[in-house]
């Protein structure tokens, strides 16, 4: 059984890099290495303690293999190196974080593996094509478009949900847009498909990954950005008050200035989901059910406004909750790349340029004081 494995290498093991180690092993079908960097002592001592609707609570879970550092990896050859760091380039790109992978000595003695970025935001793969692009063969890059809720309640403790989906599909450098993928694509991909598949992960298989991952962009422009800066969480732009002072809930739209939020906020935001709809169409992402259809801002922002208009609703978007712990956000990815496909493209956006500006301002601040504390 133990030839039929094949080796994976997990780079960034916060919540989600932990939850898909778990999903990996799971599946019987992959040896898991883990990259832990920062929490690496804990983990390695007392294991991964889950407390997951889906798959229960598991305690002092570890990987077939602990590193702390890719260069300790980079030892043996992979299939796949599934990469669930946080994308920031601004700070550290993909390619300097797997650099032991790229570098000559590594490629003399091992074939590239094929590269799984489970990451937030758009062009994200773009910095580890052009790395990889030396080489006589064509990089091999899953994409992928992930729904989980999951989070770190300590280093070594991670609370999930009852779901994870994701979507693969091959990154392609050109712009044309696929409508298929070729058998040498479709094989690779339900070889990924199904490790993750039989782990207990819910996956779909699309010829046209980046305009999925655009598709989910809308949700982060629009409302992480907004909790970011605001540092509120998206009830308070959607919840009503409670009706029982004694089932008290944070936070809800006071009825002082309530007609200010209706008349300014709620429209902003769908001024944003509909600047994004504008670019989509000038990147030729078509109007239809499974492409980009007109109808997704009305839908983002009337599923957004039913969830987060319930009392249990407690979510904390990403970017909003690494600004609280005063790490680094994923603006670039998240909101610049948008603001630079629409320069390039001559699309105006000004809403979500604005959003940009005062991220920027966020991140700067950040970074500022990251910098100060590594010294």
């Not at 883990?34 to 609570?57: C, I, M, T």
């Not at 190196?81 to 700070?91: E, G, M, N, Q, S």
């Not at 001024?271 to 000038?282: C, D, I, T």
Request: proline letters at 7%.
């Amino acid at each position: 059984m133990s030839e039929q494995l094949k080796d994976v290498l997990l780079v960034g093991f916060g919540a989600v890099g932990a939850i898909y180690s778990l999903i990996l092993k799971k599946s019987g079908l992959a040896r898991v290495t883990a990259v832990a960097r920062s929490n690496y002592d804990l983990v390695n001592a007392e294991g991964v303690h889950f407390q997951s609707r889906k798959y229960g609570n598991v305690k002092g879970w570890r990987p077939d293999r602990l590193c702390r550092s890719v260069a300790d990896a980079a030892d043996r050859p992979y299939s796949y190196v599934v990469v669930t760091t946080k994308a920031i380039p601004d700070l550290v790109t993909t390619s300097q974080i797997l650099a032991p992978l790229l570098s000559d000595r590594y490629r003399e003695l091992y074939p590239q593996p094929t590269y799984v970025l489970l990451q937030n935001g758009l062009n994200v793969e773009r910095d580890l094509y052009d790395s990889l692009s030396a080489d006589k063969e064509e990089p091999s890059i899953i994409n992928c478009a992930l729904w989980i809720y999951t989070n770190l309640l300590a280093p070594n403790v991670v609370e999930h949900g009852d779901f994870d989906r994701v979507k693969i599909g091959l990154h392609r450098h050109q712009d044309q847009i696929a409508t298929v993928n070729s058998p040498r694509e479709a094989a690779l991909l339900k070889d990924f498909g199904n490790i993750l598949e039989t782990g207990g992960s819910t996956i779909t298989i699309v010829p046209e990954i980046k305009m999925i991952k655009f598709n989910k962009n809308f949700w982060n422009v629009a409302f992480s950005s907004v909790g970011t800066l605001t540092q509120y969480t998206i009830p308070a732009i959607f919840r009503p008050p409670p009706s029982d002072p004694s089932h008290s809930y944070e936070p809800f739209v006071s009825p002082t200035t309530a007609d200010l939020i209706s008349t300014y906020t709620i429209p902003m935001i769908k001024g944003v989901l509909n600047e994004l709809l504008l670019l989509g169409r000038a990147l030729g992402y078509p109007d239809t059910e499974d492409g980009l259809p007109s109808s997704l801002p009305a839908f983002a922002l009337e599923s957004t406004w039913k969830q987060h208009a319930e009392p249990e609703n407690t979510h904390v978007p990403s970017m909003l909750l690494d600004a609280q712990k005063g790490l680094p956000i994923e603006v670039e990815v998240i909101v610049g790349e948008v603001v630079r496909m629409a320069k390039e493209r001559s699309v105006d956006i000004p809403r979500v340029e604005t959003l940009y500006g005062l991220l920027l301002v966020v991140q700067n601040q950040t970074l500022r004081k990251w910098e100060a504390r590594k010294h």
